[in-house]
């Protein structure tokens, strides 16, 4: 009960904090109030992440990285299926021989 007391204040005081942030900065006053708003936000906050926006990838390299992680797995998932009777070969031999030497101890 206490948990859900404290995660309603918090959301409660996020809401009325951001409520009380536009109304300080003038967003709802008037046109030209919002206008200066605007542009106080387009100088102080847009700089900073339009360094994050210039790293973000394109779609279509998105999309070329996908497809050549994609293939790769399924080449990856069909030589492992290839190779799978040569290495159960392989391990049997190692435990049959490993067993022979143990019982001979």
Same mark, same amino acid.
């Given at each position: #009960? %206490? @948990? ?8 409660l005081?996020? !809401? +009325?904090? @951001?409520?009380? +942030?536009?109304?300080? =900065?003038? +967003?709802?006053? !008037?046109?030209? =109030? !919002? ?7 387009? =100088?102080?906050?847009?700089? %900073?992440?339009?360094?994050?926006? =210039? ?6 390299? +998105?999309r ?16 492992? #299926? @290839?190779?799978?009777?040569? @290495?159960? !070969?392989?391990?049997?031999?190692q %435990? ?10």
């Open positions: #009960m %206490a @948990a859900t007391v404290l995660k309603t204040l918090a959301k005081t996020i !809401g +009325v904090g @951001a409520v009380y +942030v536009t109304v300080d =900065q003038g +967003v709802w006053d !008037g046109t030209g =109030q !919002g206008d200066s708003a605007l542009n106080r936000v387009k =100088q102080s906050v847009l700089p %900073a992440t339009s360094e994050y926006l =210039q790293k973000v990838p394109s779609v279509s390299d +998105v070329r990285t996908v497809l050549s992680k994609w293939n790769s797995g399924v080449e990856t998932a069909f030589t492992s #299926m @290839a190779s799978t009777p040569e @290495a159960t !070969g392989k391990y049997c031999r %435990a049959t021989n490993y067993i022979k030497k143990s019982l001979k101890s």
